[in-house]
Each structure stands twice: as structure tokens, then as C-alpha cells.
């Protein structure tokens, strides 16, 4: 698990401050059998039975930079490495319950789960407070309204006093500071659906591809960019490997560049939502600068690529990155 206090932020605007005493969850919308919105306080989601889940939350544009980095293709948005991810264990409550408990109509299709943080602006365009839809299929899967990360109150900027958890799915879709949940018995847009989070530019369709949702799969070292490693001293390379499918079945490395691979030991076994540790021991021969490369098939028999098509966003980069050490 990734430490609360080393877990990534990613705002929109800025972290609100809200009260866990006189915060409320409204459910409304023409997807509700009654027409009444149902309300629920933080005392009356913790009274229902309480689920704990381990899984990674990972931001769509984790690892975009590397469409620069490595294929020469320049995007928008913050240039992250490989630093926007982390895994929790989140306690809270199914989803699935409360909308039961609102009186979910067998019509809905759509949720639609908003922030409490400020409306967000985009070239001086109001585009209202964060929000993006959500299939029920989906709500009633594996979503979680957590109130708790790692055993410790949910922290601020992570969404105090409670957000929605999306296994396996681009990073907006689990919603902070949650602040009430639409659900529609017809589909559902925000530009969270239409002009952001979907892939957009040559070899896609002029409104973008389908709204982005499952994660993809990625592998980084646990080692500093530029690590600085002796020659002829052994060492034990360790790092991570994940997917928004369901799970990693093995990993190889290259420590030649990528010419030639070997199999890394796994730690952990492929589990939806999770990521597997692996290592391998490797006494670095030759002194100068070469790259390590790690690259992860999933249970389904996908491979890390060698290169992520292109998309103008830079969102799901899935190929292997070339981290540089040098051996001295
Ligand atoms: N209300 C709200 N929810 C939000 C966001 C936001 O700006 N406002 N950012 C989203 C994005 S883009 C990501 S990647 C994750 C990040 O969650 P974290 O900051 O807890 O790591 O929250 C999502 N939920
Ligand atoms: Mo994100």
C-alpha cells in the first residue's frame, strides 16, 4: 500500500474544506423510483455494513509524458512520470446498497457523482463543478463510497469525509468531496465524457473515442531516474506491474535496452485492481548509461507495447518505458 501521506494529489481546483458533521449525500434524479431525493450523512452510510478493498487508483494521464519522452509526440496535461498511482485499502460502503436504499428504478442507466470543490474553468469557460457519468452497471459492480484510506479517516485532499472508488478505472471517475449523485433513466454528459477523457486526433473519430473507463497496463522500476549502479556489484532490480483488467500474469526484463528479456520473479498473484511486485537480480557488467526496460502481459495475454498510439490528451500510455541508469 502507498502511504496516505505519499499518495498522489490530483486537483482540479483546490481541496475544499468540509465538515463531516453537517455533510450530506443527496441522491436525486428521474432514475429514483420516488420522486424524492434521499439524503445520507456520514453517520448513517457508517451505520450500514462496511466493505474493505485493496486497489489502486491511477490517473488517466499517469505516465504521459513519456509520449514526448520517448515517441516525440508532444500533448496537453500535467506531464506525470510514473508517480500517478497509488493503492489504498479503502473502507466504506457498496454503492450498489445506498442506491437501493434511494429507491433505484429498474429505468436507471446513468449516475452521475459531483464534487463539492469549486467549478473548475477551462480557458475561461465555467464548466461547473467536477462531475463525470457512470454506467449503473458499473455503480453496482464494485463501487465503493469509502470514507476511510489505509485505516485512517479519509485526508483532505484525497476527498474528506467521503468519495466515490472506481476499481479499475481512469482516476476521475472516483469523485472527491462527493457531494450528491444524479441518476438518470437516460444517458447521461458532462465535458468530464465528451471533450475530456476521451481520445481524441488522428485515427480517432471527430467526438473522440467512447468515454474512457478501464485502466491500463503499465510496469515501473522502484528505483530513481538516472539511478547511479556499481559495476560488478550484484543487484536485486524491483519494481511494479499493473492493469485495469484482471491482473498481471508475468513480467520480463531487459537490462540491454530491450534486446534481450528475462523473466522476473512475481511476488504477489494477479488479482483485479491490484498490482503485482516483481524482482530480479542483475550485476550490472559495463560502466556508461543503459536503459531498464520492464514490460507485463495481463491474464488476458495483453503486452505492454512498444509504442501507445497517439492521442492529443495524452491519456493511457501502456507502452514500456526506457528508464535510464548509469553503471560506474
Ligand atoms: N471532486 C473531484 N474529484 C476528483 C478530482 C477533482 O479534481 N475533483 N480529480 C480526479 C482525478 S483527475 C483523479 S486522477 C483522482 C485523484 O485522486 P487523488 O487526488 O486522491 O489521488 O481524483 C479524481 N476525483
Ligand atoms: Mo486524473
Redesign the pocket.
Known amino acids: 500500500h502507498t502511504p496516505n501521506d505519499l ?7 483546490v481541496t475544499p474544506a468540509l465538515d463531516a458533521a453537517t455533510w450530506r449525500l443527496r441522491i436525486w434524479g428521474d432514475g429514483l423510483r420516488g420522486a424524492r431525493p434521499a439524503e445520507f450523512s456520514l453517520e448513517d452510510l457508517r451505520a450500514l455494513p462496511a466493505v474493505e478493498r485493496s486497489v489502486f ?5 499517469n505516465g504521459r509524458s513519456f509520449f514526448d519522452r520517448q515517441q516525440g509526440e508532444p500533448v496537453s496535461g500535467t506531464a506525470w512520470s510514473l508517480g ?1 498511482i ?1 493503492m489504498a485499502r479503502w473502507r466504506g460502503v457498496r454503492l450498489a446498497q445506498v442506491l437501493r436504499r434511494a429507491g433505484l428504478s429498474p429505468h436507471a442507466v446513468d449516475i452521475q457523482p ?4 469549486d467549478a ?1 474553468f477551462s480557458g475561461g469557460v465555467n464548466l461547473g ?2 462531475r463525470r457519468p457512470l454506467p449503473v452497471a458499473k455503480a453496482l459492480d464494485d463501487v465503493l463510497l469509502a470514507y476511510e484510506m489505509n485505516g485512517a479517516p479519509l485526508p483532505p ?3 474528506h469525509p467521503v ?1 466515490l472508488l472506481v476499481p479499475s478505472w ?9 457531494g450528491d449523485i444524479e441518476v438518470s433513466a437516460t444517458p447521461l454528459y458532462s465535458p468530464w465524457n465528451t471533450d475530456l477523457y476521451r481520445l481524441f486526433g488522428p485515427g480517432h473519430p471527430e467526438e473522440g473515442s467512447a468515454p474512457l473507463s478501464r485502466q491500463t497496463l503499465k510496469s515501473a522500476f522502484e528505483l530513481p531516474w538516472e539511478a547511479p549502479l556499481s559495476a560488478g556489484r550484484a543487484q536485486v532490480l524491483t519494481g511494479r506491474s499493473w492493469s485495469g483488467g484482471r491482473g498481471v500474469r508475468s513480467v520480463e526484463i531487459s537490462v540491454d535496452g530491450g534486446t534481450a528479456w528475462r523473466p522476473a520473479t512475481l511476488h504477489d498473484a494477479p488479482r483485479p485492481g491490484g498490482w503485482v511486485r516483481w524482482s530480479l537480480r542483475w550485476t550490472p557488467r559495463t560502466p556508461g548509461r543503459t536503459e531498464l526496460l520492464a514490460r507485463a502481459t495481463d491474464v488476458d495475454g495483453t503486452t505492454q507495447p512498444e509504442r501507445t498510439a497517439h492521442n492529443t490528451q495524452g491519456y493511457l500510455f501502456d507502452a514500456v518505458v526506457r528508464h535510464p541508469v548509469t553503471v560506474a
Open positions: 499518495f498522489f494529489v490530483r486537483n482540479h481546483t487508483l491511477e490517473c488517466a494521464g500517478a497509488g459531483r464534487g463539492l470543490d473548475f463543478r467536477v485532499d484525497h476527498g468519495r481512469i482516476g476521475i471517475s472516483s469523485i472527491k468531496w462527493l
